[in-house]
């Protein structure tokens, strides 16, 4: 079964570095996200991504963030100057919309990012 | 705006007891309900969805739950739970957003099945 991936399974980064955080989704999938969740609490919906622009994000996705599709099977979340708190695990997912009924979002295992 | 509480942070149970993992949301909207397994060290899986019809729904791996629109509950219930089932369990209520969905996920359910 195809499966969305996430490289690297753990980044560490200097706080104030940029970070760059990948994902392959799935193929046919037509809608990609990023989720985050800080140790310990719940997974938040940062951005969704349909048609090569950003077609929803929460009040997390400031500034600091932005995703892109740079060729034809890699979605990038970038993080500039990175601060402590950004220390998460930040999930890729994908999905083929809502055409046809509910198709359920495919998750990526995350990468733990970690600013020191 | 929606909102998914569940009250427990942690489960433990041995195993073949049953179990049952509470899930409360909130919403101004009608709901789409979804129950997420994540195992360790891996991403989130759907264990069942709620959209319409019968309230009763099935899932993957012996699961099931119930919505129930007066209590505003999605329950997650399994009558034998194995060692296997030892992860962590997310409720998530799902909003549509242009033509895709959203979910809001409550902060997770720890279910720690014992021998």
């Known amino acids: 079964e195809p499966e969305v991936t996430q490289t690297p399974s753990h980044q560490v980064t200097q706080m104030g570095q940029e970070v760059i955080l990948r994902c392959v989704p799935i193929s046919n999938h037509l809608y990609f996200y990023w989720y985050r969740q800080i140790l310990g609490q719940k997974v938040e919906f940062l951005v969704s991504f349909y048609n090569n622009e950003i077609s929803e994000k929460s009040e997390i996705f400031d500034d600091q963030f932005s995703v892109e599709r740079p060729d034809g099977s890699n979605f990038t979340l970038k993080i500039r100057s990175t601060k402590l708190e950004d220390s998460a695990m930040y999930f890729c997912?994908?999905?083929?919309?809502?055409?046809?009924?509910?198709?359920?979002?495919?998750f990526g295992d995350g990468t733990r990012l970690s600013i020191l | 705006a929606q909102s998914v509480t569940q009250l427990d942070s942690q489960v433990p149970v041995f195993e073949e007891a049953p179990v049952e993992l509470r899930c409360n949301y909130s919403s101004s909207v009608s709901v789409y309900l979804f129950w997420y397994v994540q195992y360790p060290n891996q991403g989130l899986q759907l264990l069942l969805k709620?959209?319409?019809?019968?309230?009763l729904v099935k899932g993957i791996n012996g699961f099931e739950a119930e919505f129930n629109k007066s209590q505003t509950s999605f329950h997650l219930r399994k009558p034998s739970v194995h060692i296997s089932d030892t992860a962590e369990y997310f409720c998530a209520v799902t909003r549509t957003s242009g033509g895709s969905y959203i979910p809001t996920f409550g902060r997770g359910t720890s279910l720690i099945v014992h021998p």
């Open positions: 709620y959209l319409s019809g019968s309230t």
């Open positions: 997912a994908s999905d083929v919309g809502r055409t046809g009924g509910f198709q359920p979002q495919h």
